[in-house]
């Protein structure tokens, strides 16, 4: 059983993997043409001229070209899923970005909200305060009008007889 050694391990980037790829598509492109090429005459119903092994070197022709097609396949599917992945990571860096300006803008909110939230708790106070004088200022006015209205009983000096009577029944 035979070991692939490789030099050294490299991580390659997304780019140099998928010009690698594309100069390999390039490489299996040109081979599949020359089998092609060898396979036709092969192939090609000639009457008498069947040269011996014509056979066996048809099959590995054959065998050959599924083989690289199957990699041309699998180096389309390279190049897809490189282009998927660019689009992934393009679409992620954008996200990125929606969700740093939606954490800005909801900061933003939030100071905007604190001082409304101050606004309101000082007109809430301010109009507190409004009711209680003008609580104050109606109780002076009812007391104004029931001063009023006794002063001029005691402008005549009469005191209400009635009232004496009251406070002393007997006398």
């Known amino acids: 059983m035979a070991m692939m050694v490789f030099p050294r391990?490299?991580?390659?980037?997304?780019?140099?993997?998928?010009?690698?790829?594309?100069a390999v598509i390039q490489g299996l492109e040109t081979l599949r043409g020359e089998h092609r090429?060898?396979?036709?005459?092969?192939?090609?119903?000639?009457?008498?001229?069947?040269?011996?092994?014509?056979?066996?070197?048809?099959?590995?022709?054959?065998?050959?070209?599924?083989?690289?097609?199957?990699?041309l396949g699998e180096a389309q599917v390279i190049?897809?899923?490189?282009?998927?992945?660019?689009?992934?990571?393009?679409?992620?860096?954008?996200?990125?970005?929606q969700v740093r300006r939606l954490v800005?803008?909801?900061?933003?909110?939030?100071?905007?909200?604190?001082g409304t939230q101050q606004k309101l708790q000082r007109s809430e106070q301010a109009v507190a305060q409004l009711e209680e004088e003008k609580q104050h200022l109606l109780f002076m006015s009812q007391i104004r009008k029931l001063d009023e209205d006794a002063s001029p009983n005691e402008e005549k000096g009469d005191v209400p007889k009635d009232t004496l009577d009251d406070l002393f029944p007997n006398e």
């Not at 897809?80 to 954008?94: I, M, N």
């Not at 800005?104 to 604190?114: M, Y």
């Open 37 to 71: 090429a060898l396979l036709a005459p092969l192939v090609a119903p000639e009457a008498g001229e069947a040269e011996p092994g014509s056979q066996e070197r048809c099959i590995l022709l054959r065998r050959s070209l599924e083989a690289i097609e199957l990699g």
């Open 104 to 114: 800005q803008e909801n900061q933003w909110l939030r100071e905007e909200l604190a």
């Open 79 to 97: 190049l897809a899923l490189s282009s998927h992945l660019g689009a992934v990571e393009s679409e992620k860096q954008k996200l990125r970005a």
């Open 9 to 22: 391990e490299e991580k390659l980037s997304q780019d140099e993997i998928v010009l690698g790829t594309k």
